[in-house]
């Protein structure tokens, strides 16, 4: 391949364009690699036909997403299909380097792989899922085993992986984008504050959405208890757009609600990136999403 670029070109492959940790992890290093110079393409599969929830530096790439069913199983091979499709196209693999963020795209890269069409591929593990399907074991399982290179993003994952699959893989972390996240007032931060009833005092900030693996129970059973000292405490949760199944989660954390009706109630709220510094100055706290099953704190980076 002939460019005028002499730096590879990296593509960068998401599970989806919602907004969510890992995509945003792959919308910020396709950012940084793209001011270093490099020209770095983000993709992932668009069910929404939206595109990415922002654009980033450089144009992304919205694969056709076909319909799937309700079974997550179901989607996942679906969209592991929808990336074989898109890369089987020559003009579509125009790159040195391919990154996968995810199962499905490390899947689809594997085979990819196997079948000749490129020769190598790295692979980020944010986390690694206890599935009860075996197909999604089984998928996690190859797009970790099969890359090339791993990348981690905690202590915990590195030891795990070695641990578990006899694989080293490279501790890259998640940073703070110091120009979003200040305490330097903007005139958006009335008017959200305003749209979302953020008025308490103090205002604890949860970031995620509501599922076991953000730990949401137990954050809103820690905030009940608080709201016995506090009693204008106000607990926001931002995020949600997740395409797994938290529907059984979700109605353990309603109950939780409905059995605390006399007490101030939490808000939770769908985060927008232009909104998330505002809620983060609001509560003047970096986070309170503490995982059990990880040991790690959310980062504020994947906001």
Same mark, same amino acid.
């Given at each position: 391949?002939?460019?005028?670029? +002499? ?6 492959l998401?599970? &989806? ?7 945003? *992890? ?20 668009d ?32 969209? @592991?299909?929808d990336?074989?499709? =898109? ?11 391919? *990154?996968?963020?995810? &199962? @499905? ?16 591929f790295?692979?980020?593990? =944010? =986390? ?15 797009? @970790?085993? !099969? ?8 202590? /915990? ?17 998640? #940073? ?22 953020i008025?308490?005092? +103090? ?26 000292? =506090?009693?204008?405490?106000? /607990? ?9 199944? *938290? ?14 009706? !006399?007490?101030?109630? +939490? ?7 232009? #909104? ?11 986070? @309170?999403?503490?995982?059990?099953? !990880? ?6 980076s994947?906001?």
């Amino acid at each position: 391949m002939i460019a005028s670029n +002499p730096l590879p070109r990296i593509a960068i492959l998401a599970h &989806s364009t919602n907004p969510r940790g890992g995509v945003v *992890h792959g919308l910020e290093l396709a950012d940084s690699l793209t001011r270093l110079g490099y020209e770095a393409v983000i993709h992932a599969p668009d069910a929404s036909g939206k595109g990415f929830f922002r654009a980033p530096l450089s144009p992304a790439v919205a694969v056709m997403a076909s319909p799937a069913g309700k079974n997550i199983a179901e989607m996942v091979q679906a969209r @592991i299909a929808d990336y074989l499709k =898109h890369f089987e196209l020559p003009a579509h693999r125009q790159f040195d380097v391919f *990154h996968a963020q995810d &199962s @499905i795209s490390g899947n689809a890269l594997a085979t990819l792989k196997q079948r000749g069409l490129i020769r190598r591929f790295a692979r980020t593990v =944010h =986390h690694i899922d206890n599935f009860q399907d075996p197909r999604l074991s089984d998928w996690q399982t190859r797009s @970790i085993i !099969e890359a090339d290179e791993l990348f981690v993003v905690s202590d /915990l994952w590195q030891s795990r992986i070695m641990a578990e699959f006899g694989r080293v893989s490279t501790k890259v972390g998640n #940073g703070v984008d110091t120009e979003r996240f200040t305490s330097n007032a903007r005139a958006l931060d009335q008017p959200l504050r305003a749209r979302y009833g953020i008025n308490g005092s +103090p205002v604890l900030f949860a970031v995620g959405g509501v599922e076991e693996r953000k730990n949401s129970v137990r954050i809103l059973e820690a905030f009940r208890q608080l709201l016995r000292i =506090h009693r204008d405490a106000q /607990l926001v949760i931002a995020g949600g757009a997740s395409l797994l199944d *938290h529907a059984t989660y979700r109605r353990q954390f309603d109950a939780l609600i409905a059995a605390t009706i !006399e007490q101030t109630m +939490p808000v939770t709220a769908m985060a927008t990136r232009r #909104g998330m510094p505002t809620r983060m100055k609001q509560s003047g706290m970096q986070q @309170i999403a503490y995982r059990t099953s !990880e040991r790690w704190k959310l980062s504020a980076s994947r906001a």
